[in-house]
């Protein structure tokens, strides 16, 4: 069955799916084989659960007419999402970035929703799989579409490119993630870059953080729309930003104060504004949606636990995340301050290095004590009385227990792999 004729029978559907938990009636279910299941074994049940139609790519699993039998599903996936995006024809904006990818775009998002029906990738469904079916989730109604992009090597980000066709592109940074993947920080700038060769190929628009000098020399011969703090040549020009431990920016005569934690996050309310304004939002209704949103999920979460303040940004980590988290906390105006600080992954040949200067880079900070968390850490070990190591997270809680933090501001961030989010608990 050619790609056209299954794109028929997608739209005849309500929803797409590849788990068979998430089964919807009249959905089309996509078996996609995992490194440790073969999703064709689920096709059967996915129809006995109301799927109107299953792909599979093995045909001992073929039942009747509702089965399509194709070489290679996940192909397939990525096939329909091209073709659904070129039948749809609607503006898409991609993202991607080291840091803030998912806050940002969820920012864009709030700020677009005051003018426009748009949809948005759900959580961080950004690789060759999520990304396929963000796109599938748009439909006719969808005004404009935010796809956000992952990746932790090269080539990756122009494949999503080549498959959602996007007519803007933002990256909200160059930092030290997936080191191992794409083998230094050469890479991941390269590879992140690989979004601009899209826009430029295809005459389509940059946004563009003129704070960052690796944008800047990126998109000089791109279709761009700017944005920066006090830069007189932006297309948007911020006139103020600060955090305390809130941020806060100002712009055309209007203040935004933002639920979001840190400097760092700036940036990313910047993006937002400035794309709002390229689609025309008025300036108080993006004032409005900046001010309403709200983080989840362990992103920049501001708690009060007792007496404790804790700043809960377990979501992820890498080198570059880490230092403006721990830069922002320490010009904050608190006492009794602690870090809590887990493990970085995926950083390769170059994590021993990368743990060591952040540990070293704190030796000198003697109004904060600091819990360092996991192997990698545990090897950087070094002896000063405002460190404690522990190689891991239950022989940190162990002690934990007994601790009993009082008045005290507290930053908790690692990499997702550690769940620090699991600290809360013994801190009620």
Known sequence: MDIARIHSLFLECKSVSIDT??????????????????????????????????????????????????????????ELAKLHRKYLNLPIIALTGSNGKTTTKELIQVVLSKKYKTKATVGNLNNHIGVPLTLLSFNSDTEIG??????????EIEFLCNIANPDYGYITNFGKAHL??????????EGKSEMYQYLS?????????LEDPIQVEKTKKIKSFSFGVNKENADVCITSVKANPFVEIGYSNI??????????????????????????????????????????????QLLTIGTNKIILDAYNANPSS??????????????????????MFELGAESKKEHQELVGSLLNEEAVQCFFIGA?????KVGNPQFQFYESFDSFSASLKDMNIENSTILVKGSRGMALERTLDYLS
């Open 146 to 155: 935010i796809v956000e992009m992952g990746a932790n090597h090269k080539k």
């Open 180 to 189: 191992e993947g794409f083998g230094g920080i050469g890479g991941v700038i």
């Open 255 to 300: 203040v935004i104060s933002s639920h979001l934690i840190g400097l760092y996050n700036a940036n990313n309310l910047n993006a937002a504004l400035a794309i709002g304004k390229f689609f025309k939002v008025d300036n108080l209704c993006a004032k409005e949606a900046l001010e309403g949103y709200i983080p989840e999920n362990n992103r920049s």
């Open 201 to 209: 190929q295809n005459d389509k628009l940059a946004f563009v953080n």
């Open 376 to 380: 990698a850490f545990y090897l950087c």
């Open 21 to 78: 938990r998430k089964i919807e009636s009249n959905s089309l279910f996509v078996a996609i084989k995992g490194d440790r299941f073969d999703a064709n074994t689920f096709a059967i049940e996915a129809l006995e659960k109301g799927a109107s139609y299953v792909i599979i790519d093995n045909e001992n699993y073929y039942l009747d007419k509702r089965t399509i039998l194709v070489d290679d599903s996940l192909s397939t996936l990525q």
């Open 322 to 343: 880490m230092a403006v988290a721990i830069e922002n906390f320490l010009q904050l105006d608190s006492t009794n301050k602690i870090m809590i600080l887990g493990d």
